[in-house]
């Protein structure tokens, strides 16, 4: 079992920084592919990038490209999203996700066997 919490949202404006963190419990984080969605109000939750176990290897939406990036820190049981140049658009709640059975980072939802509560992502023009 993994529990993820995520922190860093907040509310600010248009064309700044922010560094989502997603902490995991357990002993076996490194062993788990970590993957960032977001749901903005009214919408489905979509794919915003993924992270493979060593951290070599990231995966993008298009809409984020450029912009965001994903790491981990193993030894923290960490996982971030650098995100800048932010735009209203990016608005939503923030999921962070563990899938602990594949290799190649999913770009879907259904892999994903552990969740965390989100973290709120206003961006104001």
């Known amino acids: 079992q993994v529990q993820l919490v995520e922190s860093g949202g907040g509310l600010v404006q248009a064309g700044v920084s922010l560094r989502l963190s997603c902490v995991a419990s357990g002993r076996t984080f490194s062993s788990h592919v970590m993957g960032w969605f977001r749901q903005a109000p009214g919408k489905e939750r979509e794919f915003v990038a993924a992270i493979n176990r060593g951290g070599s290897g990231t995966y993008y939406a298009d809409s984020v490209k450029g912009r965001f990036t994903i790491s981990r820190d193993n030894a923290k049981n960490t996982v971030y999203l650098q995100m800048n140049s932010l735009k209203p658009e990016d608005t939503a709640i923030y999921y962070c996700?563990?899938?602990?059975?594949?290799?190649?980072?999913?770009?879907?939802?259904?892999?994903?066997?552990?969740w965390g509560q989100g973290t709120p992502v206003t961006v104001s023009s």
């Open positions: 996700a563990a899938d602990e059975d594949r290799i190649v980072p999913a770009i879907t939802e259904r892999p994903y066997d552990y």
